[in-house]
């Protein structure tokens, strides 16, 4: 079982930042790609960006130039760095992790959601 728990989110006026972590836990052998995803009102749930193990980043074009991913790999820990943001990226978004986990000698794959957090921007 693999848990993934964000943080970060809250309320930011148009124009600032905001950064959200997501970190995973359990018996967890390699993470392949982690991501973020967003999801507001009525919408449904999109792409924000994905990092492989790797380093290599996409984003959606929405958020290039203003949102960076990154990761620590040994913390088993992504972040989205927000800046510049706008009032269209009020949304819940929601971490992603995929790769393999269980027990030794019996590793599977798993994907994985957070719970999602709030990001509200206000004009």
């Known amino acids: 079982q693999v848990q993934l728990v964000e943080s970060g989110g809250g309320s930011v006026q148009a124009g600032g930042s905001l950064r959200l972590s997501c970190a995973a836990s359990?018996?967890?052998?390699?993470?392949?790609?982690m991501g973020w995803y967003r999801q507001a009102p009525g919408k449904q749930r999109e792409l924000v960006a994905t990092?492989?193990?790797?380093?290599?980043?996409n984003y959606a074009d929405s958020v290039k130039g203003r949102f960076t991913i990154s990761r620590d790999n040994a913390k088993n820990t992504a972040y989205l760095q927000m800046n510049s943001v706008k009032p269209e990226d009020t949304s819940v978004y929601f971490c992603y992790a995929d790769g393999r986990a269980g027990a030794l000698a019996d590793y599977r794959t798993f994907e994985a959601w957070g719970q999602g957090t709030l990001v509200t921007v206000s004009s």
């Open positions: 359990g018996s967890i052998f390699r993470i392949n790609v």
């Open positions: 990092i492989t193990s790797g380093g290599s980043t």
